[in-house]
Structures are given as structure tokens and as C-alpha cells.
């Protein structure tokens, strides 16, 4: 079971690459333009995707920023935001080489945003936070279809499974 979260933990970096190399090439007003979406653009779609993370992994870690709103802004700059992704989907691959199969299946207990205590099996939560990204990303590669008129970068699986490589972002976000 483990080896299954460790590919999902890698396949998501690598989706997330692939998405945030689109999302910077764009100019500033199509990556802000309100095109529909539950979180209105591509900015605020990647930016519920980095806020649920982090409340996440607060909740299984016990460490980390813990949001407050599920709409609240992170990083209003998107080399910061994709910065901040990065080293969150590290902290997600560190979480998941954490736990064994046994971990996996024990309840883990945390609160929700409202303050209510929840009890769920760890494969759980973990598959629901796996879930939420690739939904969540799936919008995301809506709207880049949506402001550019053309397909954005594939993020299959199968395409990580077969070895595509992500891209190297370095010299962008040293910008």
C-alpha cells in the first residue's frame, strides 16, 4: 500500500510541475482572469490547492501553517506560490515515507476548519488529499485551456508512469 501513496505523492510534484510551467508562461491578466471556476481564476485554483495541502498535512503532521479560510489568499505572487508548492509536495513525499502499512491503516485524529473533531483511516485522508489535487488541478487545466484556446500540458498518469520528465522550473522561480 505504501508503494502506491509514494507513486501518487511523486505523480502529484510531477502534475504540479507540468501545470505551474503553463501557469507561469501566461501573461498576468490571463493567469488572473476570472473564467467560471469554482476559485474564479487559475491563481486562485493553484491557491486553494497549496492552502488545502498545507491544512492537511498540519493536520497529520501537527506542524506547518494551519489556514484559517479555504479561500484565503497564500501568496498573492505566483513565483512565490509556485515556490511554496514545491516545497509542499516535498513535505507531502517526506509525509508519506513516514508511515508503513500499519500506519496507513490506523484512524488518525484531527479537527476539521470548523473546530469538529474527525477520526479517519490515514489511506483515507491521504486518498482524499490525492483526490482533491488531481480534481482541483483538473480545473486549473481548464482554465489555461479556457484563456489560451489551446490544450494545455497532459498531466496522465500514465504519461509519469512511462517516464516523461517534469520540467525544471529552477531558473524561472530564481527570478
Given at each position: 500500500m505504501k508503494n502506491q501513496f509514494?507513486?501518487?505523492?511523486?505523480?502529484n510534484a510531477w502534475a504540479n510541475l507540468r501545470l505551474y510551467e503553463a501557469a507561469l508562461a501566461l501573461p498576468e491578466e490571463l493567469y488572473r482572469?476570472?473564467?467560471?471556476?469554482?476559485?474564479?481564476?487559475?491563481?486562485?485554483?493553484?491557491n486553494h490547492l497549496l492552502l488545502t495541502d498545507r491544512l492537511w498535512l498540519t493536520r497529520l503532521t501537527g506542524a506547518g501553517?494551519?489556514?484559517?479560510?479555504?479561500?484565503?489568499?497564500?501568496?498573492?505572487?505566483r513565483l512565490a506560490l509556485a515556490r511554496a508548492r514545491i516545497m509542499e509536495d516535498a513535505r507531502l513525499k517526506e509525509v508519506v515515507e513516514?508511515?508503513?502499512?500499519?500506519?496507513?491503516?490506523?484512524p488518525h485524529a484531527y479537527r476539521t476548519t470548523?473546530?469538529?473533531?474527525?477520526?479517519?483511516?490515514?489511506?483515507?485522508?491521504?486518498?482524499?488529499?490525492?483526490?482533491?489535487?488531481t480534481h482541483h488541478r483538473g480545473q486549473a487545466h481548464?482554465?489555461?485551456?479556457?484563456?489560451?484556446?489551446?490544450?494545455?500540458?497532459?498531466?496522465?498518469?500514465?504519461?509519469?508512469?512511462?517516464?516523461?520528465?517534469?520540467?525544471?522550473?529552477?531558473?524561472?522561480?530564481q527570478a
Open positions: 509514494r507513486e501518487l505523492a511523486a505523480y482572469a476570472d473564467v467560471g471556476v469554482f476559485f474564479r481564476s487559475l491563481h486562485g485554483t493553484l501553517e494551519q489556514p484559517r479560510r479555504l479561500d484565503a489568499i497564500l501568496c498573492e505572487d513516514g508511515c508503513d502499512d500499519t500506519s496507513l491503516l490506523r470548523s473546530g469538529q473533531p474527525q477520526e479517519q483511516v490515514l489511506a483515507d485522508i491521504l486518498l482524499h488529499l490525492f483526490n482533491h489535487q481548464a482554465c489555461i485551456s479556457i484563456v489560451t484556446k489551446h490544450e494545455p500540458p497532459p498531466l496522465d498518469l500514465l504519461l509519469f508512469q512511462r517516464g516523461l520528465p517534469p520540467p525544471d522550473l529552477t531558473a524561472r522561480l
